[in-house]
């Protein structure tokens, strides 16, 4: 079965840093591009990052860029999000979710259940 | 950035009725070497994750009922539900993955009248 864990998730003080991490497992996790998205408090959802199945490309929502990274292991299945300099506004559940289009599916067909963040003094 | 838009943000149906969700985005999201529209459908229920519903605009997931179904092209989306049943209440979101940033409606919620 297809699976997606996120673990990292914590409260942290405003510029701290912390690495959320993506565990996935029942599907060849190499042959996937890879997004996280957010979701605020009671809010929508919103995208944060992808990076390319090979890790080649990556791309940033642009009140991050600069202070995120996206990265991934395909020898150990797992997906990474360094986040620095960390902002109230960064507040929220990050979700790690598979690309379906680079499969057979499309959209963001596979979500893990999410790790919180929150970024407060 | 591509602008997702959706109608209404909060819908009230009996049920066994139908629903309809609309969603506009601010530029066309069709892709002609493919004809496919970069354009999905996520259910979002309480304290849940999201759960792909349609892709391609009008693709079923996996396990998704057959009530569900999608339709639309280019800048304009709807999700319909024909029939409304007590386990379909929640958050509808749709989103575009045309091009980065990738993003999404504001949600329509769902709920039973």
């Known amino acids: 079965q297809v699976h997606l864990v996120e673990s990292g998730g914590g409260v942290v003080q405003p510029g701290k840093s912390l690495r959320l991490s993506c565990a996935a497992s029942g599907f060849s996790f190499s042959s996937y591009n890879m997004y996280w998205v957010r979701q605020a408090p009671g809010k929508g959802l919103e995208w944060v990052a992808v990076i390319w199945y090979d890790g080649g490309i990556k791309y940033y929502e642009d009140s991050v860029k600069g202070r995120f990274t996206i990265s991934r292991d395909n020898s150990k299945d797992t997906l990474s999000l360094q986040m620095n300099s960390l902002r109230a506004e960064d507040t929220a559940i990050y979700y790690c979710?598979?690309?379906?289009?680079?499969?057979?599916?499309?959209?963001?067909?596979?979500w893990g259940q999410g790790t919180t963040v929150t970024v407060s003094s | 950035d591509i602008v997702m838009t959706q109608s209404p943000d909060f819908l009230a149906v009996s049920l066994g009725e139908r629903a309809t969700i609309n969603c506009k985005s601010s530029q066309n999201v069709f892709y002609p070497s493919n004809n496919k529209n970069y354009l999905a459908w996520l259910q979002q229920k309480p304290g849940q994750p999201p759960k792909l519903l349609l892709y391609w605009a009008s693709t079923r997931d996996s396990g998704v009922p057959d009530r569900f179904s999608g339709s639309g092209s280019g800048t304009d989306f709807n999700l319909t539900i024909s029939s409304l049943q007590p386990e379909d209440v929640a958050v509808y979101y749709c989103?575009?993955?045309?091009?980065?940033?990738?993003?999404f409606g504001q949600g329509t919620k769902l709920e039973i009248k």
């Open positions: 989103h575009q993955h045309y091009g980065f940033p990738i993003t």
């Open positions: 979710v598979r690309d379906g289009a680079s499969g057979s599916s499309g959209g963001m067909d596979v």
